[in-house]
T-cell receptor, first 112, second 114 residues
């Protein structure tokens, strides 16, 4: 089974901090994604990557950046955390275009 | 602009009965649809999918129906079991910068009572 691992289950950070959320997949998947899940809003796409060093903006990229230096690792960066970035963050990967996603367990980030 | 809509935030069903979860979409460019199930504190897991060239797909207790003219799909779970209690997300696939990405609905929380 493909495993998508998010490094932290829970994080508490202060406003203005730079925050790194890490995601690693172990099955040589080409595509990786970052979503956030908020009550009443569902899952919204932040950024995605189709190859190493490649990134594309999703629907809500403001306040975020990403890094994909190695195929198995996709990092989400909050340059200056704000309270409205308190959310559940979900990383996903897939082998090919049109495949379903495999999700990680999520990181619940609280910004105080 | 919400392109994938799940208008029922929650649904309660008795064990053994049918659960029907509904999803509407507005973007006619969507051509592949998926359902995911999510338990608390876990990531969503893939349940079942359907291509726009089909109108029905079955997998065990789960059946997805697609009505393209109405831009509507539904997930039927028969018979429902308490372990099916979870949040169900409808997702639709479209091209984005030459690749496909998934757009999700807000989710429907299903509660199956014994």
């Amino acid at each position: 089974d493909v495993k998508v691992t998010q490094s932290s289950r829970y994080l508490v950070k202060r406003t203005g901090e730079k925050v790194f959320l890490e995601c690693v997949q172990d099955m040589d998947h080409e595509n990786m994604f970052w979503y956030r899940q908020d009550p009443g809003l569902g899952l919204r796409l932040i950024y995605f990557s189709y190859d190493v060093k490649m990134k594309e903006k999703g629907d809500i990229p403001e306040g975020y950046s990403v890094s994909r230096e190695k195929k198995e690792r996709f990092s989400l960066i909050l340059e200056s955390a704000s309270t409205n970035q308190t959310s559940m963050y979900l990383c996903a990967s897939r082998l090919w275009d049109r495949d379903g996603y495999t999700f990680g367990s999520g990181t619940r980030l609280t910004v105080v | 602009d919400q392109q994938v809509k799940q208008n029922s935030p929650s649904l309660s069903v008795q064990e053994g009965r049918i659960s029907i979860l509904n999803c509407d979409y507005t973007n006619s460019m969507f051509d592949y649809f998926l359902w995911y199930k999510k338990y608390p504190a876990e990531g969503p897991t893939f349940l079942i999918s359907i291509s726009s060239i089909k109108d029905k797909n079955e997998d065990g207790r789960f059946t997805v129906f697609l009505n393209k003219s109405a831009k509507h799909l539904s997930l039927h779970i028969v018979p429902s079991q308490p372990g099916d209690s979870a949040v169900y997300f409808c997702a639709a696939s479209r091209s984005n910068s030459g690749y496909s990405t998934l757009t999700f609905g807000k989710g429907t929380m299903l509660l199956v009572s014994p």
